[in-house]
């Protein structure tokens, strides 16, 4: 245990030199000692010892002493450490001449006695040394050594590395490296303990391309196969021979060679080349390969000789010969691998180009020969072009030439080609054309014909315009110069005529005895006709297979009158096509009509109409439709009537059987009545609607029927007020109604069914004979009119085939015989089917046939008749069923509701005519006073009342004083509270609020005993109301009710103000809701602030907005709004802009300068971005932090970036003035969603879009 510790210190000297003893005595007979002692000169010398000295065992003595010197070139470091019998050595030396440092370590740890590194550096001229010594345990180190001589000759590079460890213990590098760019060499030797060596070499000598050598070398055991890499390439020049000679070696045997020879030499007239190239590998597939090219020049002539071996097999060896002599001449010669030939010669002159061309693909046969010649010849004079070509190839057994010659002058062009085999011709072609324009006649003619053994094909073209008139004729002739009949002609003429211009297009088949002509006139605007077209399609000779199609639009307007007609028809006699569409407008002061009609031929030659007319007459106010078919006729007429009464009348015939409605409104008389005959078949059936004021103290509304001048009512309600609270209500119906619809109904859609039924099947009968009768006649025409076509198409098929027998004759070509003998045999089955097709046309047509899916039509007929049946039934049974459930419905829940409300009726009066002194009655008045005394003891006594509304000022006040303690000594204070106190005296507030209260309890008292006796007695009136006839089963209710509000007309309701005297109490009570904390009366110590007007702020964070006035709202926008502005003097305004990517920004107006606070914290201020701090004479911006603030006259603008937060402050005087989406700014928060309207807005998107600045959104 230590009982007693002492502790002394001694210290002496200062910063650079001084001694420190400190000494802890723990028991008498131990003592901790400790002691410093430091020098230090400037840091470039320093000594320090410390010693420690204990009384524990193994720790008894410490010791460590630091030392180091420090010169400009070396610095010497030595320090030991000693403790309890061990000890640590270290030192440290560096130079700087020489370069070198020496580190060493001892230390008592086996193997680890002494441990160190050092390295020196040494330079001597160009000679570099630089050795490293690591010892990192007791008699194992790790040397290395690298040495560079730049003098030498070659320059040297070594570098040994030796090493304790087994199989590691020497490696060296050696590098040699002599002479310089263009002419060097170079060697590396790698060796080592662990490896074979490696040796490379590196040799260049270069003077230029043509001179040359490169030797590459490299040695290495690591390869298989190719344990030396040898790489030489030596070029030389030997006058005008260049050599090249490259070996690419991996073993001793294993080589490839390639030479390369070029050789040129010059003379007065031409030159002589020789390339040759040659390579042997140690492959099979190349041993050898050699290329042999020599080539001469002499004069214009140039020969070229080509050979090539493959491992000693000739692959190519030819001869090529070009160049001018008497002629331009080209030959070539080859030999290997295949015996071909080849020459050619021509000549060129302005007038004259010739030349031939011979080829020999085996020059061992004479059969595989060819020759081509080409000439051609310009014999053009000043007048006229005259040029003419001809090409011949020749073979040993034909020849076949092409020949064409051209004639062009300045009115008329024509050439001529020809086709000769073995000296006959066998095709031509020729092509003329002349041109000739004379003042206003102009005339252009063409001509091609095509010229074959068996005729002649020629198509013509002539074109002429004289004087407006144009014509245009063609023709195709398939057999010209035998049979000019045998064409296709075709002819069309435009002749304008003033106002009206007139088509002729004519086709003629001359042998067919055919002509097809197309006539069209077309007028315009000429007087009345605006329009006026006819085109004739004509075939034959008979005018009853024309083809007539015409239109025409004419303007019948006369002053005011305007109208106008169009007609359009197709007629064509011989099938009975006959149709004509006509259709007018017209319109007049104030009455408009039109009106279309269709009239079309049938089969059997009878003439249908179809009309569509229509007329409003607006000064009368009547309308007319009227449409008129083949099986059904309907018109209808209206007439509007705007005086009073209104009248609506509405005319129907449905041939000829009228339908009528009339619909009339009484406004002075206050009347609606409505009646319309419902049974097209029986006039005397009309339905009668009408709804009327009988007098001010009544009103009828009845539905009826006539039939046959019997009147059956199947609705009534009336209305009538016996007194002014007596009102009658009678409603009368018949049971039966919804029976007799049902059976009126059904005998109605049955009959409808039926008429539809055979409407239809009538229809679908005459449609389908008139599609039969049409298609036959069609038909009839059609198949007699292409007989001689295909009469003569058959005929022209063997023509055709005797073209091609005399062609099969012409060439001896079995390839040829054979296409045409498939040709030939294909044309025979064309035309056997051609007669068998000639034959049924025959036939057909005088055969009458069904028309193309007959049998489908049918079976939809069929299948339309079918449904049309099914619907009618399933229609009929769907009304039953509906009628059956309608009018069973209509009983149950009639008999329900009735009877339950009898029931309740007559139980509400037994309960009201039992006499006022039942124990119900008694009950009902002591529950009545009950009530009344404890209203009247809920409420407090007025002077409580008062004196707590007192009590509630009183606090209030002190709570204020108290809080504006030591500010109210001021002045300005005491001035305020003078001023309070005069002004609270004055308005003498605790007797006044007395008198109030007192009013009000009073008025309620009042108010609670007026309307409890109001209500006793309407419950007592209520035993007048009840039901005088109820009697569903004949569809007769009448009841008499109590009005408990007196009624003196039924025309007019009266009014009634239940809570007027309620409102009035009501403005009497303060509203305390707005009061709030006491805290929110305690002033600012700002004195300032006191007194009006004060200033606000509003805010926008994310998407919530907060008003001036404190109304917080969620708003996302996409344009440019307005959050405030000053809109009484325009002074500022503030905009915030979404610019997209959740990106916005806000802009700020005032009358000098426009700001834009831009995301990233940049500032720009009238269009350019300007730094911050920023003044100018009304607007300061300044950045503080993460906020940028802008304050203006009146208003602030605060941005904070990481929160993306505006706050924007307001000065008191602008009080009322704003307006925006941050609010008015008036202390009323249900205003704040006014729009710039000034109307407040139901939802935020509507109160902003209001305040968007653009009219247009992203």
Same mark, same amino acid.
């Given at each position: 245990?230590?009982?007693?510790?002492?502790?002394?210190?001694?210290?002496?000297?200062?910063?650079?030199?001084?001694?420190?003893?400190?000494?802890?005595?723990?028991?008498?007979?131990?003592?901790?000692?400790?002691?410093?002692?430091?020098?230090?000169?400037?840091?470039?010398?320093?000594?320090?010892?410390?010693?420690?000295?204990?009384?524990?065992?193994?720790?008894?003595?410490?010791?460590?002493?630091?030392?180091?010197?420090?010169?400009?070139?070396?610095?010497?470091?030595?320090?030991?450490?000693?403790?309890?019998?061990?000890?640590?050595? &270290?030192?440290?030396?560096? #130079?700087? %001449?020489? $370069?070198?440092?020496? =580190? !060493?370590?001892?230390? /008592? +740890?086996? @193997?680890?006695?002494?441990?160190?590194?050092?390295?020196?550096?040494?330079?001597?001229?160009?000679?570099?040394?630089?050795?490293?010594?690591?010892?990192?345990?007791?008699?194992?180190?790790?040397?290395?050594?690298?040495?560079?001589?730049?003098?030498?000759?070659?320059?040297?590079?070594?570098?040994?590395?030796?090493?304790?460890?087994?199989?590691?213990?020497?490696?060296?590098?050696?590098?040699?490296?002599?002479?310089?760019?263009?002419?060097?060499?170079?060697?590396?030797?790698?060796?080592?303990?662990?490896?074979?060596?490696?040796?490379?070499?590196? &040799?260049?000598?270069?003077? #230029?391309? %043509?001179? $040359?050598?490169?030797? =590459? !070398?490299?040695?290495? /055991? +690591?390869? @298989?196969?190719?344990?030396?890499?040898?790489?030489?390439?030596?070029?030389?020049?030997?006058?005008?021979?260049?050599?090249?000679?490259?070996?690419?070696?991996?073993?001793?045997?294993?080589?490839?060679?390639?030479?390369?020879?070029?050789?040129?030499?010059?003379?007065?007239?031409?030159?002589?080349?020789?390339?040759?190239?040659?390579?042997?590998?140690?492959?099979?597939?190349?041993?050898?390969?050699?290329?042999?090219?020599?080539?001469?020049?002499?004069?214009?002539?140039?020969?070229?000789?080509?050979?090539?071996?493959?491992?000693?097999?000739?692959?190519?060896?030819?001869?090529?010969?070009?160049?001018?002599?008497?002629?331009? =001449?080209?030959?070539?010669?080859?030999?290997?691998?295949?015996?071909?030939?080849?020459?050619?010669?021509?000549?060129?002159?302005?007038?004259?180009?010739?030349?031939?061309?011979?080829?020999?693909?085996?020059?061992?046969?004479?059969?595989?020969?060819?020759?081509?010649?080409?000439?051609?010849?310009?014999?053009?004079?000043?007048?006229?072009?005259?040029?003419?070509?001809?090409?011949?190839?020749?073979?040993?057994?034909?020849?076949?030439?092409?020949?064409?010659?051209?004639?062009?002058?300045?009115?008329?062009?024509?050439?001529?080609?020809?086709?000769?085999?073995?000296?006959?011709?066998?095709?031509?072609?020729?092509?003329?054309?002349?041109?000739?324009?004379?003042?206003?006649?102009?005339?252009?003619?063409?001509?091609?014909?095509?010229?074959?053994?068996?005729?002649?094909?020629?198509?013509?073209?002539?074109?002429?315009?004289?004087?407006?008139?144009?014509?245009?004729?063609?023709?195709?002739?398939?057999?010209?110069?035998?049979?000019?009949?045998?064409?296709?002609?075709?002819?069309?003429?435009?002749?304008?005529?003033?106002?009206?211009?007139?088509?002729?297009?004519?086709?003629?088949?001359?042998?067919?005895?055919?002509?097809?002509?197309?006539?069209?006139?077309?007028?315009?605007?000429?007087?009345?006709?605006?329009?006026?077209?006819?085109?004739?399609?004509?075939?034959?000779?008979?005018?009853?297979?024309?083809?007539?199609?015409?239109?025409?639009?004419?303007?019948?307007?006369?002053?005011?009158?305007?109208?106008?007609?169009?007609?359009?028809?197709?007629?064509?006699?011989?099938?009975?096509?006959?149709?004509?569409?006509?259709?007018?407008?017209?319109?007049?002061?104030?009455?408009?009509?039109?009106?279309?009609?269709?009239?079309?031929?049938?089969?059997?030659?009878?003439?249908?109409?179809?009309?569509?007319?229509?007329?409003?007459?607006?000064?009368?106010?009547?309308?007319?439709?009227?449409?008129?078919?083949?099986?059904?006729?309907?018109?209808?007429?209206?007439?509007?009537?705007?005086?009073?009464?209104?009248?609506?009348?509405?005319?129907?015939?449905?041939?000829?059987?009228?339908?009528?409605?009339?619909?009339?409104?009484?406004?002075?008389?206050?009347?609606?009545?409505?009646?319309?005959?419902?049974?097209?078949?029986?006039?005397?059936?009309?339905?009668?609607?009408?709804?009327?004021?009988?007098?001010?103290?009544?009103?009828?509304?009845?539905?009826?029927?006539?039939?046959?001048?019997?009147?059956?009512?199947?609705?009534?309600?009336?209305?009538?007020?016996?007194?002014?609270?007596?009102?009658?209500?009678?409603?009368?119906?018949?049971?039966?109604?919804?029976?007799?619809?049902?059976?009126?109904?059904?005998?109605?859609?049955?009959?409808?069914?039926?008429?539809?039924?055979?409407?239809?099947?009538?229809?679908?009968?005459?449609?389908?004979?008139?599609?039969?009768?049409?298609?036959?006649?069609?038909?009839?025409?059609?198949?007699?009119?292409?007989?001689?076509?295909?009469?003569?198409?058959?005929?022209?098929?063997?023509?055709?085939?005797?073209?091609?027998?005399?062609?099969?004759?012409?060439?001896?070509?079995?390839?040829?015989?054979?296409?045409?003998?498939?040709?030939?045999?294909?044309?025979?089955?064309?035309?056997?089917?051609?007669?068998?097709?000639?034959?049924?046309?025959?036939?057909?047509?005088?055969?009458?046939?069904?028309?193309?899916?007959?049998?489908?039509?049918?079976?939809?007929?069929?299948?339309?008749?079918?449904?049309?049946?099914?619907?009618?039934?399933?229609?009929?049974?769907?009304?039953?069923?509906?009628?059956?459930?309608?009018?069973?419905?209509?009983?149950?829940?009639?008999?329900?509701?009735?009877?339950?409300?009898?029931?309740?009726?007559?139980?509400?009066?037994?309960?009201?005519?039992?006499?006022?002194?039942?124990?119900?009655?008694?009950?009902?008045?002591?529950?009545?006073?009950?009530?009344?005394?404890?209203?009247?003891?809920?409420?407090?006594?007025?002077?409580?009342?008062?004196?707590?509304?007192?009590?509630?000022?009183?606090?209030?006040?002190?709570?204020?004083?108290?809080?504006?303690?030591?500010?109210?000594?001021?002045?300005?204070?005491?001035?305020?509270?003078?001023?309070?106190?005069?002004?609270?005296?004055?308005?003498?507030?605790?007797?006044?609020?007395?008198?109030?209260?007192?009013?009000?309890?009073?008025?309620?008292?009042?108010?609670?005993?007026?309307?409890?006796?109001?209500?006793?007695?309407?419950?007592?009136?209520?035993?007048?109301?009840?039901?005088?006839?109820?009697?569903?089963?004949?569809?007769?209710?009448?009841?008499?009710?109590?009005?408990?509000?007196?009624?003196?007309?039924?025309?007019?309701?009266?009014?009634?103000?239940?809570?007027?005297?309620?409102?009035?109490?009501?403005?009497?009570?303060?509203?305390?809701?707005?009061?709030?904390?006491?805290?929110?009366?305690?002033?600012?110590?700002?004195?300032?602030?006191?007194?009006?007007?004060?200033?606000?702020?509003?805010?926008?964070?994310?998407?919530?907005?907060?008003?001036?006035?404190?109304?917080?709202?969620?708003?996302?926008?996409?344009?440019?709004?307005?959050?405030?502005?000053?809109?009484?003097?325009?002074?500022?305004?503030?905009?915030?802009?979404?610019?997209?990517?959740?990106?916005?920004?806000?802009?700020?107006?005032?009358?000098?300068?426009?700001?834009?606070?831009?995301?990233?914290?940049?500032?720009?201020?009238?269009?350019?971005?300007?730094?911050?701090?920023?003044?100018?004479?009304?607007?300061?911006?300044?950045?503080?932090?993460?906020?940028?603030?802008?304050?203006?006259?009146?208003?602030?603008?605060?941005?904070?970036?990481?929160?993306?937060?505006?706050?924007?402050?307001?000065?008191?005087?602008?009080?009322?003035?704003?307006?925006?989406?941050?609010?008015?700014?008036?202390?009323?928060?249900?205003?704040?969603?006014?729009?710039?309207?000034?109307?407040?807005?139901?939802?935020?998107?509507?109160?902003?879009?209001?305040?968007?600045?653009?009219?247009?959104?992203?």
């Amino acid at each position: 245990m230590i009982k007693n510790i002492a502790a002394t210190l001694q210290h002496s000297g200062d910063l650079h030199q001084f001694s420190t003893i400190a000494n802890v005595q723990l028991t008498p007979t131990k003592v901790i000692a400790a002691k410093i002692d430091l020098f230090n000169h400037r840091l470039r010398r320093i000594n320090a010892n410390f010693e420690l000295t204990t009384p524990f065992e193994g720790l008894e003595l410490t010791k460590v002493t630091y030392r180091h010197t420090l010169s400009s070139n070396d610095v010497k470091c030595f320090s030991d450490i000693t403790y309890g019998n061990d000890k640590v050595i &270290a030192s440290l030396k560096a #130079s700087k %001449s020489p $370069m070198s440092f020496d =580190v !060493t370590l001892q230390t /008592p +740890f086996t @193997d680890f006695e002494e441990v160190g590194a050092k390295a020196k550096y040494a330079r001597q001229g160009l000679s570099h040394n630089f050795n490293v010594n690591v010892k990192y345990c007791t008699g194992k180190e790790i040397a290395f050594k690298t040495s560079v001589d730049l003098a030498a000759n070659p320059i040297t590079l070594t570098a040994d590395l030796t090493t304790p460890f087994a199989g590691y213990e020497l490696t060296e590098l050696r590098y040699t490296h002599s002479g310089s760019l263009p002419d060097f060499r170079c060697t590396a030797d790698f060796s080592s303990s662990y490896s074979p060596p490696i040796n490379g070499e590196l &040799a260049l000598r270069l003077v #230029s391309i %043509s001179d $040359m050598q490169v030797l =590459v !070398t490299f040695t290495s /055991p +690591f390869f @298989d196969n190719a344990e030396t890499l040898r790489f030489v390439l030596r070029n030389q020049k030997n006058t005008h021979e260049y050599q090249s000679h490259a070996e690419v070696a991996w073993t001793q045997t294993d080589v490839i060679v390639v030479d390369g020879t070029f050789a040129n030499s010059e003379t007065w007239n031409g030159n002589t080349g020789n390339v040759g190239l040659t390579v042997s590998t140690p492959f099979s597939s190349l041993r050898s390969a050699a290329l042999a090219v020599h080539h001469d020049l002499v004069s214009s002539k140039y020969t070229e000789s080509i050979s090539a071996e493959w491992n000693g097999e000739k692959m190519i060896d030819m001869d090529v010969v070009f160049g001018k002599d008497t002629a331009y =001449v080209a030959a070539l010669m080859m030999r290997a691998p295949t015996p071909v030939s080849f020459s050619s010669s021509g000549e060129m002159t302005d007038a004259v180009i010739r030349g031939n061309i011979d080829i020999n693909w085996n020059t061992m046969s004479q059969d595989s020969k060819i020759r081509v010649e080409a000439a051609f010849n310009d014999k053009s004079d000043s007048f006229t072009k005259r040029k003419e070509v001809s090409m011949t190839v020749t073979q040993p057994k034909n020849s076949i030439s092409v020949t064409g010659t051209l004639s062009k002058s300045s009115v008329a062009f024509s050439s001529s080609g020809n086709v000769i085999v073995n000296g006959v011709t066998k095709f031509g072609i020729d092509y003329d054309t002349s041109a000739k324009n004379r003042r206003k006649n102009k005339e252009q003619s063409n001509t091609l014909a095509i010229r074959i053994p068996s005729r002649t094909l020629k198509a013509t073209g002539h074109f002429s315009e004289s004087y407006g008139t144009k014509t245009t004729e063609a023709a195709i002739f398939w057999d010209a110069g035998r049979d000019e009949t045998k064409k296709v002609g075709v002819r069309g003429t435009f002749i304008p005529k003033g106002r009206s211009t007139k088509a002729d297009f004519s086709v003629s088949f001359p042998s067919l005895g055919k002509d097809v002509k197309l006539d069209s006139e077309v007028t315009l605007n000429s007087g009345n006709v605006m329009f006026d077209g006819k085109t004739e399609f004509s075939y034959s000779s008979d005018i009853s297979k024309t083809l007539v199609i015409h239109s025409r639009v004419e303007d019948l307007s006369s002053g005011f009158r305007k109208n106008y007609s169009f007609i359009v028809g197709v007629a064509h006699p011989a099938t009975t096509v006959d149709v004509q569409l006509a259709s007018h407008i017209s319109h007049a002061d104030n009455k408009y009509s039109a009106d279309i009609g269709l009239q079309y031929l049938t089969a059997a030659r009878n003439m249908k109409n179809f009309a569509l007319m229509g007329e409003i007459d607006k000064m009368r106010k009547q309308m007319k439709v009227q449409m008129v078919s083949p099986l059904k006729s309907v018109k209808v007429s209206g007439h509007v009537s705007t005086s009073v009464p209104y009248r609506l009348s509405i005319h129907n015939l449905y041939d000829e059987r009228p339908v009528d409605a009339e619909f009339t409104i009484d406004p002075s008389k206050l009347s609606m009545r409505f009646h319309m005959n419902y049974d097209i078949d029986n006039q005397g059936k009309v339905l009668h609607g009408e709804a009327k004021y009988v007098n001010n103290s009544a009103i009828r509304a009845e539905l009826y029927r006539e039939e046959n001048t019997q009147r059956i009512t199947d609705s009534l309600f009336a209305m009538r007020l016996n007194t002014s609270r007596m009102l009658h209500t009678r409603l009368h119906w018949r049971p039966s109604i919804v029976q007799d619809l049902k059976t009126y109904g059904l005998r109605q859609m049955a009959r409808n069914s039926r008429d539809l039924l055979e409407l239809y099947n009538e229809m679908s009968s005459g449609i389908n004979q008139e599609l039969n009768s049409k298609y036959n006649n069609i038909r009839s025409a059609f198949l007699t009119e292409l007989a001689p076509f295909v009469q003569s198409t058959a005929t022209n098929i063997r023509g055709i085939q005797e073209d091609l027998a005399s062609l099969s004759e012409t060439y001896d070509c079995a390839e040829l015989d054979r296409r045409i003998q498939d040709c030939s045999q294909y044309l025979t089955e064309i035309l056997l089917k051609m007669q068998t097709f000639a034959r049924w046309m025959e036939t057909a047509a005088s055969t009458r046939v069904s028309y193309p899916l007959k049998d489908t039509v049918d079976m939809y007929i069929v299948g339309g008749s079918e449904m049309l049946q099914a619907i009618g039934q399933e229609s009929m049974k769907n009304y039953a069923a509906m009628m059956n459930m309608l009018d069973e419905k209509f009983r149950e829940h009639s008999t329900t509701a009735l009877l339950t409300f009898k029931t309740y009726h007559d139980h509400l009066t037994n309960v009201i005519a039992q006499p006022m002194n039942t124990d119900t009655v008694r009950l009902a008045k002591a529950k009545y006073n009950e009530y009344l005394a404890k209203l009247t003891n809920q409420l407090p006594s007025i002077n409580n009342m008062a004196q707590r509304y007192t009590s509630s000022i009183y606090n209030t006040r002190e709570n204020i004083n108290s809080a504006l303690n030591g500010l109210l000594d001021r002045p300005e204070a005491n001035y305020v509270k003078s001023q309070a106190v005069a002004a609270y005296k004055y308005w003498e507030v605790e007797e006044n609020t007395k008198a109030a209260i007192k009013s009000v309890y009073d008025h309620i008292v009042e108010i609670i005993e007026e309307e409890i006796e109001t209500l006793k007695s309407i419950i007592t009136d209520l035993e007048k109301t009840k039901i005088t006839v109820f009697d569903p089963v004949h569809g007769e209710v009448q009841t008499d009710t109590y009005l408990i509000v007196p009624m003196k007309s039924l025309k007019s309701l009266p009014g009634i103000d239940v809570i007027q005297r309620l409102n009035a109490i009501r403005s009497y009570i303060p509203d305390t809701s707005e009061w709030g904390s006491i805290s929110d009366y305690v002033p600012s110590s700002d004195v300032s602030t006191w007194m009006p007007p004060f200033d606000a702020f509003a805010s926008v964070e994310g998407n919530t907005f907060t008003t001036f006035d404190g109304k917080t709202y969620q708003f996302s926008g996409r344009c440019s709004y307005v959050l405030a502005g000053d809109y009484m003097d325009g002074n500022f305004s503030v905009i915030l802009d979404y610019m997209g990517k959740q990106k916005r920004r806000v802009i700020i107006t005032t009358s000098q300068h426009t700001v834009q606070l831009l995301p990233k914290n940049k500032l720009r201020v009238d269009g350019v971005i300007v730094e911050m701090p920023y003044h100018t004479q009304d607007m300061s911006i300044i950045n503080e932090g993460d906020d940028v603030t802008v304050s203006g006259r009146g208003f602030t603008v605060l941005h904070n970036l990481p929160r993306d937060k505006y706050e924007i402050g307001l000065s008191g005087w602008y009080y009322g003035k704003t307006g925006g989406l941050l609010g008015t700014y008036d202390n009323e928060r249900h205003n704040d969603m006014m729009m710039s309207s000034r109307q407040l807005a139901s939802d935020v998107s509507s109160f902003a879009d209001t305040w968007e600045v653009k009219d247009k959104c992203r």
